[in-house]
């Protein structure tokens, strides 16, 4: 089991930029994928972002791609989501996510280990 903390959300203006981060725990932490999901008022859970732990690309939801970056600190344990361009559909509960494959992330599969999500705010 792996243990997820998410933090960084907050109220932020259209353009503007956030970064969340997701500290994981658990001496298998490394074994996992990591994604970040988002879930709007009245809307299912969706894939945002995911990456391997291991490095190597991201990968992204077109409505995200070219403004969001998925990166990992292996030795913080921390994957982070920076938001640039910021729109008003973004505002959404944002949610970490540890599973065993990178592609069941990028499909959107909602399994594995979760935070307790952290609120994000994009004013127009």
């Known amino acids: 089991q792996v243990q997820l903390v998410e933090s960084g959300g907050g109220l932020v203006q259209a353009g503007g930029s956030l970064r969340l981060s997701c500290a994981a725990s658990?001496?298998?932490?490394?074994?996992?994928?990591m994604g970040w999901f988002r879930q709007a008022p009245g809307k299912e859970r969706e894939f945002v972002a995911g990456?391997?732990?291991?490095?190597?690309?991201?990968y992204y939801a077109d409505s995200v791609k070219g403004r969001f970056t998925i990166s990992s600190d292996n030795a913080k344990k921390t994957v982070y989501l920076q938001m640039n361009s910021l729109k008003p559909e973004d505002t959404a509960v944002y949610y970490c996510?540890?599973?065993?494959?990178?592609?069941?992330?990028?499909?959107?599969?909602?399994?594995?280990?979760w935070g307790q999500g952290t609120q994000v705010t994009v004013s127009s």
């Open positions: 996510n540890a599973q065993y494959s990178i592609r069941t992330i990028m499909t959107g599969t909602l399994g594995g280990s």
């Open positions: 658990g001496r298998t932490f490394s074994s996992y994928a």
């Open positions: 990456i391997n732990w291991s490095g190597g690309s991201g």
